[in-house]
């Protein structure tokens, strides 16, 4: 079945910008959906679809797709978002998750 | 507004059957996809499978024979069964609602957006 694969780690400085990204073969079909997730807590959707945003989700997070390629950006981090991030994607067996990005802000 | 709230044993023995049910308060059953996700303590997300309002079901193929998903249109609620458990099956498991759409054709959205609160089931003897 397909994979998607996501840095383990990554750091940015306070009100920086920092980009995620998750490579797999079934973003070529499905754009990736972004979660992120702080300890003790359930995912949270950040990004969906083309560069789509639920409500509540702040304009710093956006995304985009290319190829095998999906990236989660956040323009100008906040202390706040210091959390993991995962991205989701589907193939023919179902959905499938990344390995997760532990993002740290300084 | 959209409500997961989800139950089950939370201790268990290997060998045994793991059973959790989701409710869906606040809006529709039908139209959307429902899933089971795990997380293993300090590890990542892992879909364990899916089910739709009409009982079509997915499931990841590391799981699959050992898992059965299943709904209750009547009462706006899907099950997991996950036979045969061992201390590998210890987690976080979370229930969520899936949603399809196209971006432009040939290509396609899938998300989570609303979550349960997660169940802890240990597996130990």
């Known amino acids: 079945s397909s994979k998607l694969t996501q840095d383990p780690a990554v750091s940015v400085a306070l009100g920086q910008t920092v980009t995620i990204t998750c490579q797999g073969d079934?973003?070529?079909?499905?754009?990736a959906s972004w979660y992120q997730q702080k300890p003790g807590q359930a995912p949270l959707l950040v990004i969906y679809?083309?560069?789509n945003r639920p409500s509540g989700i702040p304009d710093r997070f956006s995304g985009s797709n290319s190829g095998n390629t999906a990236s989660l950006t956040i323009t100008g981090a906040q202390a706040e978002d210091e959390a993991d991030y995962y991205c989701?994607?589907?193939?023919?067996?179902?959905?499938?998750f990344g390995g997760g990005t532990k993002m740290t802000v300084l | 507004q959209v409500q997961l709230q989800q139950w089950g044993a939370g201790l268990l023995k290997p060998s045994e059957t793991l059973s959790l049910t989701c409710a869906v308060y606040?809006?529709?059953?039908?139209?959307?996809?429902w899933s089971w996700i795990r997380q293993p303590p300090g590890k990542g997300l892992e879909w364990i499978g899916e089910?739709?309002?009409?009982?079509?079901?997915k499931y990841n193929p590391s799981l699959k024979s050992r898992v059965t998903i299943s709904v209750d249109t009547s009462k706006n609620q899907f099950s997991l069964n996950l036979k045969s458990v061992t201390a590998a099956d210890t987690a976080v498991y979370y229930c969520?609602?899936?949603?399809?759409?196209?971006?432009?054709?040939?290509?396609?959205?899938?998300?989570?957006?609303?979550w349960g609160q997660g169940t802890t089931v240990t597996v130990s003897s």
């Open positions: 679809g083309r560069n």
């Open positions: 969520a609602r899936g949603v399809f759409g196209v971006v432009f054709i040939p290509y396609y959205y899938y998300d989570m957006d609303v």
């Open positions: 079934s973003l070529r079909s499905y754009y």
């Open positions: 989701n994607s589907r193939d023919s067996s179902g959905s499938l």
């Open positions: 089910i739709n309002h009409s009982g079509g079901t």
């Open positions: 606040g809006g529709s059953f039908s139209g959307y996809y």
